[in-house]
């Protein structure tokens, strides 16, 4: 099981590489809580890149603060890649950010009431880019309910970590 020290260090890399480009992250998080935006602010020099986050728990604070669009919620539902896009998205424009995330998932202990089962867990970034669409994808986690939210968090500082890294300069 990945440890606090790991979220760390990953978290103290995706800063130096966020630093480096001059970009800024947001988050958009379900299943984790605020988890991730926790472990990000952990680190010293956080507030060099970290501008905030939201925790859409609710089905409405996803549609209502965030933009999930309402046809995404009734095609696709809460828990799919469709979601997690429009959260990072959402969040990103909300908080002015050059990157955002978002995380959709069961963290468990039991299904969903859709009957998808624990530790399904979908993550978007979506990056201020003119040629870029989302980097996402889907896992599935095992553990306890904990475990899933901690193994998100994780999942989604490499994945932010991998879409800055990647990203080409808009000249």
């Known amino acids: 099981m990945h440890t606090h020290d790991e979220q760390l260090t990953c978290a103290s890399q995706l800063i130096e590489h966020a630093r480096l480009r001059g ?12 988890m991730l935006s926790s472990t990000i602010a952990a680190v010293s020099g956080a507030s060099d890149v970290l501008l905030g986050g939201i925790v859409s728990y609710a089905v409405s604070v996803k549609r209502d603060v965030l933009g999930v669009s ?12 469709q979601c ?13 950010a050059e990157v955002g995330v978002g995380i959709t998932g069961v963290a468990g202990p039991g ?10 867990v979908w993550i978007a970034v979506e990056a201020q880019t003119s040629c870029r669409h989302p980097l996402k994808r889907h ?3 095992e553990g306890t309910r904990d475990d899933v939210r901690k193994q998100a968090t994780l999942a989604a500082l490499e994945l932010l970590d991998e879409a800055i890294v990647n990203m080409q300069n808009d000249t």
Do not use: D, W
Request: with cysteine; net charge negative; hydrophobic share 40%.
């Open 23 to 34: 970009l800024h992250i947001a988050c958009a998080e379900s299943c984790t809580a605020g």
């Open 70 to 81: 309402q046809e995404t919620l009734n095609n696709y539902g809460v828990y799919s890649f």
């Open 84 to 96: 997690a896009e429009e959260m990072a998205q959402g969040v990103r424009a909300l908080l002015k």
């Open 111 to 120: 299904p969903s009431e859709e009957g998808i089962s624990a530790g399904h």
């Open 139 to 141: 896992y599935l986690f």
